[in-house]
């Protein structure tokens, strides 16, 4: 099995101001095709530090990928350190031009200038990667057996790149040795309580069998990677684990790999010809978002009122002033009202609700920050539960959120 | 100036499924006290790889910082490479098990389990590093001049240990030399026409002012950073590029450093002492969640129309369905009566509304996929706004609320 390096190049990294999500996407395409990713290495746009760190990766990997310092403005200054690097001397490469005038030309804007034209430019031992959403194009080294590829380090560009040229090829050079990856998520036990329940079964795990805790807020995610022969019988052998697993925590498994919450809700749905609607207060629409966000969601989903002010909850949702004055906006009388009005208000045949204390601030001793109502009707009533989450408001939205999802996903499955 | 590196364990970031922000917050906390951040390194939970990345970030680095591998579960064993790394050997903390018992009563948990008990125990020559948030505490090594800090890998359990004991510790030791960093966000101008309106005072930049592109969807946030020995000489220096800079694209500059669009918009509204509302289509709720991860935005925000169904926006935004049977719901028409129709429903004096065909499907040739209307509706009346954007939809979601928000913020700034 190829091994390889991913380099990313770029102070803005360094500094904490871009998070290197770009690294992972590679990372999860590499192992998809087999190829083991030994280490991820963040440097700065400085030349002396990209060929350390080009000369150390070598040394490791089969395969050395890197990303960042090809754009058109004037901080980088990656391909210059590549092409000396490689003992080459720049070219302009006329199918890159080419594309470069006509990009601008497609979308109306003015004509190319110095920056772009020197965007044409690349080594003259490279293979130059065609990158049909930018500018820069992607470029191939190969040097005493390793491989080399630079791409623009814009997440969409590379992506391009990457599923057009390189992945097929290194699929190609790739040889034999099979890993399986599946990913369990789970939703509802904390990351301790969740290895204690798993302790026997997981100490008899198979020894090609991995195991891996990931937590995220609100959910732990449980990933199996199985080493051996063939992928085949390493899916038969995972899954089997899997089954025993669904009978320890059978309430707590929401899906696999890269399922979300609101996808199997909405699966769960259109299997019962249902729909969804949400009213939403201290999730301000962020249980809306994680529904929108998943393709087709129109087909079950019919919106939500982000009721913020008290004044929308009782004008749109229909709540009773009364119950909001008697019990305030954070209680499982209003939650369940909030519930029915959205039902009824957007017409769907089942409504999540959300009513809570955000934070940072606006907590009292008997409602404190984190705490969240969350609701739940359905053609045949409505219920609701408490939950005390944390202090912090964005992780206080993103669990109220998955709970509302969660709430309704066991509810849909009962019947 | 102390030089430092981040190593990050875990197979979770090497087979990509999970980015890591981490690094991202620690660079820029480690920045932010003029501790430079050299390399970060993501290698795999496995004792070989955590050694040697041991050994050669000591050879550039004077502090260490090491997350992940420190959690209750059976993929841990980054404490027991330490205990060995540093010669020493595992003793039981006896605050530590205290603090992992309270923790566990304060929760309602149930009796601790030997995996919780397991956590108190350290090498015997670590400083152990309180973790309020969690049961894995932090350690502090110190061997030949070289810091070396190890933390769980749970975000805001490393982010507590990180505040309460490694950065101030870190900022004590830190000598002299200054670094400023001032970072203005542009939102409205790609980055090779931005580079090309900078060029020329760009090129007239002091020395000691490094300028970056860093892009976003949407938005091009230019970093500066300056090099110096005081840092108020380096802050007045920079404002006063940025003044210059202000002159260039007086409309794209909205905020600088952590400012977001929301945010800003929340701050001119309640200067004004006026109310928003919104009603999304397209968006899907991203435009009020973005709004409502604002502490305090409910001072300004009464609330959002989430009108996913045309019978939403008819019966609830008041949308006449002529117009939406002869323009289609992705209409200038319809997102017009859509932003006044949340104006009036949630009694707000703006509100910016939008519709649009997301993707990946549902476009057509006259309307394809990317195609979005935004409208904003103020107290004297409604405008709306046609723009393209791309093929993805997590983008097109993305860049229409930021549109949305952008166009009312620049209506606001005009009287």
């Known amino acids: 099995m190829k091994r390889a390096e991913i380099i990313t190049i770029g102070d803005e990294i360094l500094i904490g101001q871009i998070v290197d999500t770009n690294s992972a996407w590679m990372a999860s395409q590499l ?19 990209l060929v350390s760190a080009l000369n150390d990766a070598r040394k490791r990997a089969d ?20 092409c000396e690097y490689f003992d080459s001397k720049m070219v302009l490469h006329q ?17 190319i200038g110095q920056l772009n034209h020197d965007q044409a430019m690349v080594p003259d031992n490279c293979q130059v990667l065609f990158n049909p959403q930018g500018t820069a194009p992607g470029m191939w080294f190969e040097q005493n057996e390793t491989i080399f590829v630079s791409m623009p380090g814009v997440p969409y560009e590379m992506k391009d790149i990457m599923s057009l040229h390189v992945l097929p090829r290194l699929a190609k050079i790739n040889g034999a040795g099979a890993i399986y990856h599946k990913t369990v998520l789970t939703i509802g036990i904390p990351e301790s309580k969740l290895a204690e329940k798993l302790d026997e079964w997981e100490d008899a795990l198979p020894e090609n069998i991995h195991l891996a805790y990931l937590p995220n807020p609100g959910q732990i995610r449980l990933r199996f990677s199985a080493f051996g022969q063939s992928e085949a019988d390493l899916a038969e052998q995972v899954n089997q684990q899997i089954e025993k697993l669904m ?13 979300t919450l609101a996808g199997v809700v909405g699966k769960l749905l259109l299997l019962k010809q249902k729909t969804l609607a949400t009213a939403e207060s201290c999730t301000g629409g962020f249980v809306a978002h994680s529904i929108t966000s998943e393709p087709g969601s129109s087909r079950w989903f019919k919106g939500s009122i982000v009721a913020y002010a008290n004044e929308a909850k009782v004008n749109i949702l229909g709540v009773d002033q009364q119950l909001i004055d008697d019990y305030g906006a954070v209680s499982e009388q209003v939650v369940c009202q909030m519930a ?17 204390i955000a934070g940072p601030d606006g907590g009292t001793d008997e409602k404190p920050v984190g705490m969240v109502w969350v609701a739940v009707a359905t053609p045949e009533g409505v219920f609701a539960q408490k939950f005390s989450f944390t202090r912090n ?23």
């Open 31 to 49: 192992n998809a095709i087999n190829v083991k990713v030994e280490q991820i290495t963040s440097i700065s746009d400085t030349p002396d530090h």
């Open 63 to 82: 395969v050395v990928l890197i990303t960042g310092g090809l754009g058109p403005t004037k901080d980088d200054r990656t391909k210059k350190v590549l």
């Open 95 to 111: 199918a890159t031009l080419d594309h470069i005038v006509d990009f601008f030309r497609m979308r109306n804007m003015p004509v």
């Open 247 to 259: 009978l320890i925590i059978p309430d707590a498994i929401f899906g696999y790999n890269d399922d």
């Open 340 to 356: 029915l009005g959205a039902r009824n208000a957007l017409d769907a045949e089942y409504a999540v609700a959300t009513s809570g």
């Open 393 to 415: 408001r964005e992780r206080n939205i993103i669990r109220a959120s998955q709970m509302a999802l969660d709430m309704l996903r066991l509810e849909l499955l009962k019947k």
